[in-house]
């Protein structure tokens, strides 16, 4: 017998044939729950806790994750981003009142280097 969902775990998973308004909702509230800046293209298990140092997510609960994001790709394709970013927008003053040092850290780390490269590579002149 599969074991029952913690609340917790629930709110990694959406609905069958979500509304763009519940994708809104299902998005924020995953965000403010586990503390962290979703990004459907970032792979759940590179989310780390700063307190623990550990993943963010077991694997069963990135494979919840990654079926709902995948759902929902189905459902909205590119939409699904814009949908994302006005989540973010409205969850963003919730997150940054959150007590910072025990704030998850997404990928956006990794991005922000990978935009600080990427300026750099053009302000170096071509020989």
């Keep these: 017998m599969k074991p029952l969902l913690?609340?917790?775990?629930?709110t990694l998973v959406i609905k069958e044939d979500p509304s763009e308004s519940e994708v809104l909702t299902w998005i924020e509230n995953l965000m403010t729950?586990?503390?962290?800046?979703?990004?459907?293209?970032?792979d759940p298990m590179r989310y780390v806790n700063r307190e623990t140092g550990k993943?963010?997510?077991t694997h069963?609960?990135?494979?919840?994750?990654?079926?709902?994001?995948?759902?929902?790709f189905e459902l909205y394709g590119n939409d699904l981003y814009k949908i994302g970013v006005?989540?973010?927008?409205?969850?963003?003053?919730?997150?940054?009142?959150k007590n910072?040092?025990?704030?998850?850290?997404?990928?956006?780390?990794?991005?922000?280097?990978?935009?600080?490269?990427?300026?750099?590579?053009?302000?170096?002149?071509?020989?």
Aim: aromatic share 8%; hydrophobic share 30%.
């Design 6 to 10: 913690t609340d917790k775990q629930l």
């Design 86 to 97: 006005k989540a973010y927008h409205n969850v963003d003053g919730k997150l940054k009142a």
């Design 33 to 42: 729950t586990w503390s962290f800046l979703y990004h459907p293209d970032d």
């Design 100 to 127: 910072a040092s025990s704030m998850s850290i997404a990928v956006m780390e990794e991005h922000q280097d990978k935009l600080k490269k990427t300026d750099e590579a053009k302000k170096k002149p071509n020989h």
């Design 55 to 57: 993943s963010l997510f």
């Design 60 to 72: 069963e609960e990135r494979d919840l994750l990654e079926n709902s994001t995948n759902r929902l």
